[in-house]
């Protein structure tokens, strides 16, 4: 019917029209339904196309589930906008992914940080394997360095991190070209822009000072479904607050620290996961690890950490609180190791942090005045 009924320009949707919505994968709460525009969407495939260069010759392999923003507003959109091909493989299995990668030899590659530690781990050979590989995206967590010099190492391609949600999409990248600073989640892409303040509201303007991060741009959700409280709470005078932390260093480039509901406020000092997790993965005999915070009863938490040791490897928790002594200092140590075989995945291949917060421990933990 809409064929039939005239010029293709007739039929365009106005801009602010709703599109489609998106369900959040739930990890800090119950899922929402974020609604995005045409607008919105038309802004993600433009800023994914500019920020990577992308064209018809392209090829993706996507193994992210595409009823997340992060595979259809980055795989799905983008390389069908430019006339490049979508491979779309049943989910993420690391032996079948590789040998897609051989068999279809794609330029770009989307995922989670554990998408990329599994590749390696069952990866064999260099990138010769994998032919034209040229860009890797991480997002969704942060990518412990030992993590991104191991791929690298196997497969011959940096990974650029970026930072995004469902509501904003991608909204900053660590550049896919040149020098990159590994860690950072690099600078706003060019559609969006991106300013932090602090718990009063004010302007973070001094360099490596946290602060929550504010976006703003072509990219950005049009509220939550059936939600309009929510949406007045979130969204404010254009600017999407996201809830998350992070610092900006001299040169214009941001550090992800945390999402403001996993900080752990130990000793009175604000511990990220996230550091305690990297320093951790620099240990030989750690393959993967998630911290959370448990509550310690007088307000503040305790940090503990799930570790899962590499096939073969042995350590024991004074080792490793030791190990961690050197890079945290006292006040930033986990409180207890958990070793167990494995760690609690979300859908999307995040750590569920929850989870971990209510896994019983192994050991009661001090009280609070010990």
């Known amino acids: 019917d809409l064929l039939r009924a005239g010029p293709a320009a007739d039929r365009r949707s106005d801009a602010d029209q709703p599109a489609a919505l998106f369900y959040t994968s739930g990890t800090t ?7 995005h525009t045409h607008g919105s969407l038309t802004g993600a495939i433009a800023n994914q196309v500019a920020a990577i260069g992308l064209g018809e010759r392209d090829k993706t392999l996507i193994v992210l589930p595409v009823c997340y923003l992060i595979a259809f507003g980055s795989q799905v959109l983008p390389f069908h906008a430019v006339g490049a091909t979508s491979v779309v493989l049943p989910g993420f299995e690391p032996q079948q992914m590789l040998a897609a990668m051989r068999t279809h030899a794609p330029t770009k590659l989307y995922g989670f ?58 909204y900053s990248l660590n550049p896919p070209h040149g020098a ?7 600078r706003p892409l060019a559609g969006m822009e991106v300013r932090l303040i602090d718990e009063q509201g004010q302007p973070v303007a001094e360099a490596g000072i946290i602060g929550e991060i504010l976006v703003h741009g072509a990219s950005m959700t049009a509220g939550y479904w059936k939600n309009p409280e929510l949406t007045r709470q979130t969204i404010e005078g254009g600017w999407f607050h996201t809830g998350d932390l992070a610092r900006r260093d001299a040169d214009g480039d941001y550090w992800f620290f ?24 620099r240990h030989p005999a750690v393959k993967e690890v998630g911290v959370a915070g448990i509550p310690d009863g ?23 609180l030791d190990f961690l002594a050197a890079d945290l200092g006292a006040e930033k140590l986990p409180r207890q190791i958990v070793f167990t075989d494995h760690l609690p995945y979300g859908l999307t291949g995040k750590i569920d942090r929850r989870a971990l917060a209510a896994h019983p421990i192994e050991a009661p933990l001090p009280s609070s005045g010990e």
């Open 298 to 320: 007088a307000g503040g938490g305790w940090a503990v950490a799930h570790v899962v040791l590499k096939p073969g490897a042995t350590v024991d928790e004074r080792t490793l």
């Open 113 to 170: 940080p554990k998408v990329y530690q599994e590749l390696a781990d069952v990866a064999q050979a260099s990138a010769g394997e994998v032919g034209g590989l040229n860009f890797c995206f991480s997002g969704g967590e942060a990518m412990a360095v030992a993590l991104q010099q191991r791929f690298k190492a196997t497969f011959g391609v940096e990974v650029s991190e970026g930072c995004g949600m469902t509501e904003l999409h991608i």
């Open 180 to 186: 990159k600073k590994v860690g950072s989640i690099g």
């Open 29 to 35: 709460g119950t899922p929402k339904g974020v609604i």
């Open 258 to 281: 945390s999402r403001r509901s996993e900080v752990i406020r130990q000793h009175g000092r604000l511990i990220s996961p996230l550091e305690v997790e990297a320093a951790l993965y």
